[in-house]
């Protein structure tokens, strides 16, 4: 039972476009989600979370949308990089709890 | 500030052998977890604790993987015995986690994690 869907396996982007990752969830109690980046042979690292009492967070060049009746939300990276490309996880919380359920990711490859 | 340190970074065992992992969390942090991340898969949590305690183990297969966190700060995560489709990245993270706290607490920061491979 997967709550926590990132359906696109990969993305691939111009240096300098934007960067637009996409996920859904299906759990209504979730109430913050997480974006983490990862490097291969690296640990996840944190990038940016949003509240579900909010519907954007913007910090730098990354911005994090949520839409709660649809249940999606998506990244927004403005201008990409090529130091952007790595796997993409979104992540999502319930809340009261400091469980975390994660996507399978979504590599990113931003062409210089 | 030192990260989450895991070892080994690499296992190769054969099925049926016993392998253990290692993790220190970063100094201060209450909730630590162990994931499970096969190729191609996002990382599926096996354990949490609080301190010392288990928070949620639903998803550790009890019968062959055991972990324990000694007096709340390091952990071990042991397989007993191991099979083929236990390869994968194990990932160790922490958070501040304190219940009641902030969102903010949830936010996890990741050790290098061991890869291991079942042969």
């Known amino acids: 039972d997967q709550q926590v869907k990132q359906n696109s396996p990969s993305l691939s982007v111009q240096e300098g476009r934007i960067s637009i990752l996409n996920c859904d969830y299906t759990n209504s109690m979730f109430d913050y989600f997480l974006w983490y980046k990862k490097y291969p042979a690296e640990g996840p690292t944190f990038l940016i979370s949003?509240?579900?009492?909010?519907d954007k967070n913007e910090d730098g060049r990354f911005t994090v949308f949520l839409n709660k009746s649809a249940k999606h939300l998506s990244l927004h990276i403005v201008p990409s990089q090529p130091g952007d490309s790595a796997v993409y996880f979104c992540a999502a919380t319930p809340m009261g709890s400091f469980k975390t359920i994660f996507g399978a990711g979504t590599r990113l490859f931003v062409k210089a | 500030e030192a990260g989450v340190a895991q070892s080994p970074r690499y296992k190769i065992i054969e099925k049926r052998q016993s392998v253990a992992f290692w993790c220190n969390p970063i100094?201060?942090?209450?909730?630590l977890y162990w994931y499970q991340q096969i190729l191609g898969q996002g990382p599926k949590l096996l354990i949490q604790f609080q301190n010392n305690g288990v928070v949620d183990d639903s998803q550790l297969p009890k019968d062959r993987f055991s972990a324990e966190r000694l007096k709340g700060v390091d952990s071990t995560l042991k397989i007993q015995p191991a099979k083929l489709e236990d390869s994968a990245v194990y990932l160790c993270?922490?958070?501040?986690?304190?219940?009641?706290?902030?969102?903010?607490?949830?936010?996890?920061?990741f050790g290098p994690g061991t890869r291991l491979t079942v042969l």
């Open positions: 949003i509240s579900s009492i909010k």
């Open positions: 993270a922490s958070s501040l986690g304190v219940p009641g706290g902030p969102h903010s607490y949830n936010e996890q920061f």
């Open positions: 100094s201060g942090h209450a909730t």
